[in-house]
């Protein structure tokens, strides 16, 4: 017989009643072991007890091994055993209970039969399950929200970018503008005579003026051209001396020129009078705009006064009909193409 002394975390053990003792599994048991309350039910994490087959269990509702007698007592009484624990017969004569809960773990064949049907087909419910996600009207919402602050922010950056080239371009373009009105300058006020400004076959704009040779350096004469062209939008010039017949290439001064209507833009030459009001000397009137249009447009006018011109300056007379010069100078064959 085991005793206590056997196991001691086992639970102590009824007394033996011999053979025929009756088993008393409660109330709803229909004589199938696997089918026992919920309460009846085997537990394994107690080390050191062995786990009986299912085959086992019924075997020993059937009767001893030995003798084949029915578990019930002598006096016909049902006797009630522990829940957690089986009868097993050893012989005819006595019996003892033993605890069939072991720290081993049950075979795949041992295994209860798992419920699928309430977390597969029902699902288990989670506490807060249903406040989670979004929904619609909240993700419409959230939508929006980022579009606003995602259109502020594309604003902003296209605003600091607009603002960094158009600082750019307007600094370019004065600089630009500047250093065309620098050079305009040191020649114009030293010519004695400058042309009235006109369009050549190609639609360009053109204007000379002659420097004589006693304003410059090496004592001889030069004719400067002036070419806007406003398909291109730039401003060119050349030099050449007087007795040169081949004329040279332009240099390109101001690249973003924007072009205007009227025959007075960019050049015009304003003519030497004697009358009330008038000036003695021929001078040149520059009307630049450069840069970017609409964005960052640069204007500057001026107007130079040519100190060795007068009133009889060859081309200070303009032709009635054409409105150039009747004899302009630095006009060799092909000047204004």
């Not at 033993?98 to 029902?122: K, N, S, Y």
Request: aromatic letters at 6%; hydrophobic letters at 30%.
């Amino acid at each position: 017989m085991v005793g206590e002394s056997d196991n001691p975390g086992r639970r102590p053990d009824l007394p033996a009643v011999g053979c025929r003792s009756h088993i008393d599994f409660g109330t709803g048991f229909s004589g199938d072991p696997d089918r026992l309350p919920q309460r009846h039910r085997l537990r394994r994490h107690h080390p050191g007890r062995r786990l009986l087959s299912a085959r086992s269990r019924r075997g020993l509702l059937q009767g001893c091994r030995l003798c084949g007698h029915r578990p019930c007592n002598h006096a016909g009484q049902h006797h009630q055993v522990d829940p957690h624990h089986r009868h097993r017969s050893l012989d005819c004569g006595q019996s003892v209970h033993v605890g069939l809960q072991l720290h081993r773990e049950r075979t795949a064949r041992q295994q209860p039969r798992l419920d699928l049907g309430e977390p597969v087909m029902r699902g288990r419910f989670i506490p807060g399950s249903r406040e989670r996600g979004f929904t619609l009207i909240e993700m419409i919402i959230s939508i929006g929200i980022f579009s606003v602050f995602a259109v502020i922010f594309i604003t902003s950056v296209v605003s600091l970018a607009r603002g960094t080239t158009q600082a750019r371009v307007t600094s370019d373009s004065s600089s630009g503008v500047l250093n065309v009105f620098q050079n305009i300058d040191r020649q114009v006020r030293w010519s004695d005579s400058i042309n009235f400004a006109g369009n050549g076959a190609s639609g360009k704009r053109y204007i000379e003026f002659r420097l004589p040779a006693a304003s410059s350096s090496d004592n001889v004469t030069r004719c400067v051209q002036w070419r806007f062209d406003p398909v291109g939008g730039t401003l060119a010039t050349r030099t050449w001396k007087t007795s040169v017949a081949t004329l040279p290439g332009w240099t390109v001064k101001l690249s973003g020129v924007i072009p205007k209507s009227g025959t007075s833009y960019p050049f015009q030459l304003v003519p030497a009078t004697a009358t009330v009001g008038g000036s003695p000397r021929q001078a040149l009137a520059l009307d630049l705009t450069a840069g970017a249009v609409g964005l960052a447009e640069v204007h500057m006018t001026s107007t130079y006064v040519a100190r060795n011109s007068s009133i009889s300056s060859p081309s200070n007379i303009a032709n009635v009909s054409t409105g150039q010069s009747t004899t302009p100078v630095c006009n060799p064959t092909g000047y204004r193409p």
